[in-house]
């Protein structure tokens, strides 16, 4: 049989789970604070709970996504919410920090509920594709007993660890990432404009590059897990070689009157880097640069 589940949060997001879960037969309640927002899918066949206490006793399984962990806070911090949690599976699906997660698993497992942390890596019209990636970390119970439910909702499901806050710090990993090439672009089509160049010339030779952005990219990862920080002959450009190519953009940042705020962040962990003699070192030299120099390794932070 299918389990009883019930989502808080009938937003852009919330309404796409409900809707993917009915498609897949899960018997479905939903509760929002603006009732509104249930009527469609009350239509489609959701049970529009009457609270959010009358939601939770009625499900086997609790999916939270509203606007941000406060607001998930607001409603389950409720003396008769509080007391309907006991036996249920809370997943969390609330964008939020991974200390947020953790503070959210001590008090959901306190009230005698299951915690599972989620991370939705899509935007709403992608939930229940083939492709589409959540990630979930926190009790591996929840996550298995319920798995063919979790995988309805994207096929590109992962669980990465049982310590709750890790689903959102490989969320924001991946996000701090997508930034980074962002901002580069911004950055890119600065230079290119500045130099009469157009955007369809930029956005063309993107792809051309992209071979070499991506082996440069997962070189990094991988010599950074070795610890393979030396230069070797393996090494695709040295941090030296690189440091050459990159005074180019500063130079045109000052000859064009761009705005230099990241190249100049940028130049600073050069030469930090640099300073000490490491020119023949792999790029990958930077990466102690950003870490801590005493890593919990997966352990819980002493302040959690």
């Given at each position: ?92 699906l609330t ?136 230069g070797d ?13 990159f005074r ?57």
């Amino acid at each position: 049989m299918k389990s009883n589940v019930c989502v808080l949060g009938a937003g852009r997001m919330g309404s796409s789970i409900v809707r993917t879960l009915l498609d897949r037969n899960y018997p479905t309640s939903v509760w929002n604070r603006t009732a509104a927002r249930c009527q469609p899918l009350g239509i489609l066949g959701a049970r529009v709970a009457s609270s959010v206490e009358d939601g939770i006793r009625s499900a086997d399984v609790v999916i939270i996504n509203v606007l941000d962990y406060a607001a998930s806070d607001a409603l389950l911090k409720q003396r008769s919410v509080a007391s309907a949690l006991a036996g249920k599976a809370i997943v969390q699906l609330t964008s939020g920090s991974a200390r947020l997660a953790r503070e959210e698993a001590r008090w959901i497992e306190a009230h005698g509920a299951s915690y599972l942390d989620g991370a939705i890596l899509a935007t709403p019209d992608f939930i229940g594709k083939p492709d589409t990636a959540l990630l979930y970390s926190g009790s591996r119970a929840v996550y298995e007993t319920n798995k063919t439910l979790l995988f309805a909702l994207g096929g590109g499901t992962s669980y990465v660890g049982e310590l709750p806050g890790q689903a959102s710090a490989l969320d924001t990993a991946l996000l701090t990432q997508m930034w980074g090439g962002l901002f580069g672009a911004l950055q890119g089509m600065a230079v290119a404009e500045a130099e009469g160049l157009d955007l369809e010339t930029f956005r063309s030779h993107l792809t051309a590059f992209k071979p070499v952005v991506d082996a440069a990219l997962f070189d990094v990862v991988d010599r950074t897990k070795a610890r393979r920080f030396a230069g070797d002959d393996a090494t695709l450009a040295s941090l030296g070689a690189h440091y050459s190519a990159f005074r180019h953009l500063l130079e045109a940042c000052q000859e064009r009157g761009l705005d230099a705020a990241m190249p100049r962040a940028m130049d600073a962990i050069f030469q930090q880097a640099l300073s000490g003699g490491r020119a023949d070192d792999d790029f990958a030299s930077l990466s102690p640069l950003f870490g801590n120099s005493s890593p919990h390794h997966g352990r819980e932070p002493a302040n959690a």
